[in-house]
C-alpha cells in the first residue's frame, strides 16, 4: 500500500452539510461512532446510506475466487486479472479491500477519476475510455514523467484520437512511452465507442505500433451487446468476445504488441461468467498465434456493492456452478414524512438520494417508531409494498392498507416511522452522497467518503 492510499484510508471527516449525519458545528471522523451502539443512537440523520460489511467482504472475495480459478482452469495461473471499475464507488476504503485480494490496479471512466485514484496513490490505473483533450493528454504524459513507477493504460478507436495522443507524446522519453499502454477499443453497431470490425481494429493497430505508442492490446465492453441474461443473448455475448480475443490473435501473429504479450480486456458485472469462460486460455493450435495466450483484464465494478434490482436479476454467479450469489450492501433509508391517504406513504427519499435510470427503489424494511416517539423497531419486511414514483425529495411508496404484516403488532404505516430501500445501479447511487456508514447489522463500524 503506498503512502497517498494510507493518507485516502485515514479517518474520514465530517461536518454539519454531510448529508447522513446530524452534527452539531463539530468535525468528526470514524471516532464518532466510538460509544454508538447502533445507527438509532448515534449522530446520524435521515436519508442515510449504509454498506452492510459483510456482503462487500463476500462480493469482494467472490469475484477473486472467480478471477483466480478462471487461470488456474487456463492452466496459466495469474493470466487473468482484475482491475476494479471504482467509478462504482470512488471510495479508497472500498478500493483498498479489492486490493487486499489482488486487484491488479484500478479501471476509470474519466480523466477526473483518473486523476482522484491517482492521488490515492494508485499506481495502476485503466483509464477505459478515449482521450481527446489535448489537456488532459498533456496531464497523463506529465504524470507518466512525475512518477516513475506508474503505468497508465487507455483505449484508442479512431485515427484522430491516435494523432492527438501521438501530439501529446512527442518526444516523451521512451520509458514515459512504455509505459502508457494503448488498447483497441472494439465495438457494436449502434453501440457504444469503439471500432465497428475486426479490419478496422487491425489497422488501428498498425497504425499505433507505427506510431510508436505502446500497443497493450483489445479492449471492449460486453454490456452493449445484450441488456437481459437469456440463452440467446449470453451466446451473444459470447460471440462478441470471441471476436476480441480474434483480434488479439492477429495482433500477436503480426507481431504488433510489445513482448508478443496481448491484453484482452472486457467484463462488466452482468455477463463476467462468459467473459471468464471465453477470454482466457492458449490460442487454438496450429493458428496463427499457436503457443500464446491472452493476458485477461476483466473490468467488473457493480458486483462490489451489487443491488436489489437490475444486477440482481443478472446476477452472473448465479449462474455459475458452486459460486455463491452476489450480496446487495447498500441501504438508504429515509423518514416517513406523510399517510396522506390509505395505500399511499410519502418517504424522505428522492432522486437526490437513490438511482432511478434503470429502476425504481425497492422497500425492504419498515421500522416502526414507538409511542414514545423516539425508539424504533426491528426491521419489518415489506414484500407488499411499490415504490411508484419519485420526486427531487419524496419517493412514493404504495402499500396494502390492509397487509397483514403491518397490524396488529405494529399498526400501519404512520409518519416518523423509517423505511430501508434497496437501490438498482450502484453507480448512480454514491455520486449523491459524500459519506456513508459501514455497518454490521445494525451496528456502524465507521464512514467511506465517496470522491465524486
Same mark, same amino acid.
Given at each position: 500500500?503506498?503512502?497517498?492510499?494510507?493518507?485516502?484510508?485515514?479517518?474520514?471527516?465530517?461536518?454539519?452539510?454531510?448529508?447522513?449525519?446530524?452534527?452539531?458545528?463539530?468535525?468528526?471522523?470514524n471516532g464518532l461512532m466510538i460509544?454508538?451502539?447502533?445507527?438509532? #443512537?448515534?449522530? &446520524?440523520?435521515?436519508?442515510? !446510506?449504509?454498506?452492510?460489511?459483510?456482503?462487500?467482504?463476500?462480493?469482494?472475495?467472490?469475484?477473486?475466487?472467480?478471477?483466480?480459478?478462471?487461470?488456474?482452469?487456463?492452466?496459466?495461473?495469474?493470466?487473468?486479472?482484475?482491475?476494479?471499475?471504482?467509478?462504482?464507488?470512488?471510495?479508497?476504503?472500498?478500493?483498498?479491500?479489492?486490493?487486499?485480494?489482488?486487484?491488479?490496479?484500478?479501471?476509470?471512466?474519466?480523466?477526473?477519476?483518473?486523476?482522484?485514484?491517482?492521488?490515492?496513490?494508485?499506481?495502476?490505473?485503466?483509464?477505459?475510455?478515449?482521450?481527446?483533450?489535448? #489537456?488532459?493528454?498533456?496531464?497523463?504524459?506529465?504524470?507518466?514523467e512525475r512518477d516513475e513507477g506508474?503505468?497508465?493504460?487507455?483505449?484508442?478507436?479512431?485515427?484522430?484520437?491516435?494523432?492527438?495522443?501521438?501530439?501529446?507524446?512527442?518526444?516523451?522519453?521512451?520509458?514515459?512511452?512504455?509505459?502508457?499502454?494503448?488498447?483497441?477499443?472494439?465495438?457494436?453497431?449502434?453501440?457504444?465507442?469503439?471500432?465497428?470490425?475486426?479490419?478496422?481494429? !487491425?489497422?488501428?493497430?498498425?497504425?499505433?505500433?507505427?506510431?510508436? !505508442?505502446?500497443?497493450?492490446?483489445?479492449?471492449?465492453?460486453?454490456?452493449?451487446?445484450?441488456?437481459?441474461?437469456?440463452?440467446?443473448?449470453?451466446?451473444?455475448?459470447?460471440?462478441?468476445?470471441?471476436?476480441?480475443?480474434?483480434?488479439?490473435?492477429?495482433?500477436?501473429?503480426?507481431?504488433?504488441?510489445?513482448?508478443?504479450?496481448?491484453?484482452?480486456?472486457?467484463?462488466?458485472?452482468?455477463?463476467?461468467?462468459?467473459? !471468464?469462460?471465453?477470454?482466457?486460455?492458449?490460442?487454438?493450435?496450429?493458428?496463427?498465434?499457436?503457443?500464446?495466450?491472452?493476458?485477461?483484464?476483466?473490468?467488473?465494478?457493480?458486483?462490489?456493492?451489487?443491488?436489489?434490482?437490475?444486477?440482481?436479476?443478472?446476477?452472473? &454467479?448465479?449462474?455459475?456452478?458452486?459460486?455463491?450469489?452476489?450480496?446487495?450492501?447498500?441501504?438508504?433509508?429515509?423518514?416517513?414524512?406523510?399517510?396522506?391517504?390509505?395505500?399511499?406513504?410519502?418517504?424522505?427519499?428522492?432522486?437526490?438520494?437513490?438511482?432511478?435510470?434503470?429502476?425504481?427503489?425497492?422497500?425492504?424494511?419498515?421500522?416502526?417508531?414507538?409511542?414514545?416517539?423516539?425508539?424504533?423497531?426491528?426491521?419489518?419486511?415489506?414484500?407488499?409494498?411499490?415504490?411508484?414514483?419519485?420526486?427531487?425529495?419524496?419517493?412514493?411508496?404504495?402499500?396494502?392498507?390492509?397487509?397483514?404484516?403491518?397490524?396488529?403488532?405494529?399498526?400501519?404505516?404512520?409518519?416518523?416511522?423509517?423505511?430501508? &430501500?434497496?437501490?438498482?445501479?450502484?453507480?448512480?447511487? &454514491? #455520486?449523491?452522497?459524500?459519506?456513508?456508514?459501514?455497518?454490521?447489522?445494525?451496528?456502524?463500524?465507521?464512514?467511506?467518503?465517496?470522491?465524486?
Amino acid at each position: 500500500m503506498t503512502e497517498r492510499l494510507e493518507r485516502a484510508l485515514e479517518p474520514v471527516v465530517a461536518d454539519p452539510r454531510t448529508k447522513g449525519l446530524r452534527l452539531r458545528g463539530e468535525t468528526s471522523g470514524n471516532g464518532l461512532m466510538i460509544g454508538t451502539a447502533t445507527i438509532d #443512537d448515534g449522530p &446520524f440523520g435521515l436519508p442515510l !446510506l449504509t454498506l452492510q460489511t459483510a456482503a462487500l467482504d463476500h462480493n469482494v472475495a467472490v469475484m477473486a475466487a472467480a478471477v483466480r480459478e478462471a487461470a488456474d482452469a487456463a492452466g496459466a495461473p495469474g493470466s487473468v486479472e482484475h482491475a476494479p471499475h471504482v467509478k462504482t464507488h470512488m471510495s479508497a476504503q472500498i478500493f483498498s479491500r479489492q486490493l487486499a485480494v489482488g486487484a491488479w490496479g484500478a479501471t476509470v471512466a474519466t480523466p477526473n477519476q483518473l486523476r482522484v485514484v491517482r492521488d490515492w496513490g494508485t499506481r495502476r490505473v485503466l483509464l477505459a475510455n478515449e482521450l481527446t483533450d489535448p #489537456d488532459e493528454i498533456t496531464w497523463f504524459r506529465d504524470d507518466l514523467e512525475r512518477d516513475e513507477g506508474a503505468e497508465l493504460w487507455l483505449y484508442v478507436d479512431s485515427v484522430e484520437g491516435l494523432t492527438m495522443l501521438s501530439r501529446g507524446l512527442a518526444g516523451a522519453a521512451d520509458s514515459v512511452r512504455a509505459r502508457l499502454g494503448v488498447l483497441v477499443e472494439v465495438g457494436v453497431p449502434d453501440g457504444r465507442t469503439g471500432v465497428r470490425s475486426t479490419a478496422d481494429a !487491425l489497422g488501428l493497430a498498425r497504425a499505433v505500433r507505427a506510431s510508436g !505508442l505502446t500497443l497493450r492490446g483489445v479492449a471492449g465492453y460486453e454490456g452493449t451487446v445484450a441488456s437481459e441474461s437469456t440463452p440467446e443473448t449470453r451466446e451473444r455475448v459470447a460471440d462478441y468476445l470471441r471476436g476480441l480475443r480474434d483480434v488479439a490473435e492477429q495482433l500477436v501473429a503480426e507481431g504488433l504488441v510489445a513482448g508478443g504479450d496481448v491484453v484482452v480486456s472486457a467484463g462488466g458485472s452482468a455477463f463476467v461468467d462468459v467473459v !471468464l469462460q471465453v477470454l482466457p486460455g492458449a490460442f487454438p493450435a496450429g493458428g496463427p498465434a499457436a503457443g500464446h495466450a491472452p493476458r485477461v483484464v476483466v473490468r467488473s465494478g457493480s458486483y462490489v456493492v451489487h443491488d436489489h434490482g437490475h444486477y440482481a436479476d443478472l446476477d452472473a &454467479f448465479s449462474r455459475v456452478p458452486g459460486a455463491e450469489p452476489l450480496h446487495a450492501a447498500a441501504t438508504v433509508w429515509g423518514s416517513v414524512v406523510s399517510v396522506p391517504e390509505p395505500g399511499l406513504v410519502l418517504v424522505g427519499v428522492g432522486r437526490r438520494d437513490v438511482p432511478y435510470d434503470l429502476d425504481l427503489p425497492r422497500a425492504l424494511w419498515l421500522r416502526s417508531r414507538a409511542d414514545d416517539g423516539r425508539a424504533l423497531g426491528s426491521p419489518l419486511e415489506l414484500p407488499r409494498a411499490t415504490v411508484t414514483d419519485l420526486n427531487d425529495e419524496h419517493l412514493f411508496l404504495r402499500i396494502d392498507p390492509d397487509d397483514p404484516t403491518l397490524a396488529p403488532e405494529t399498526g400501519h404505516v404512520r409518519p416518523g416511522d423509517v423505511i430501508g &430501500f434497496g437501490i438498482s445501479h450502484p453507480c448512480t447511487l &454514491f #455520486d449523491k452522497w459524500r459519506v456513508g456508514v459501514v455497518v454490521d447489522g445494525d451496528r456502524p463500524l465507521g464512514l467511506v467518503s465517496f470522491d465524486f
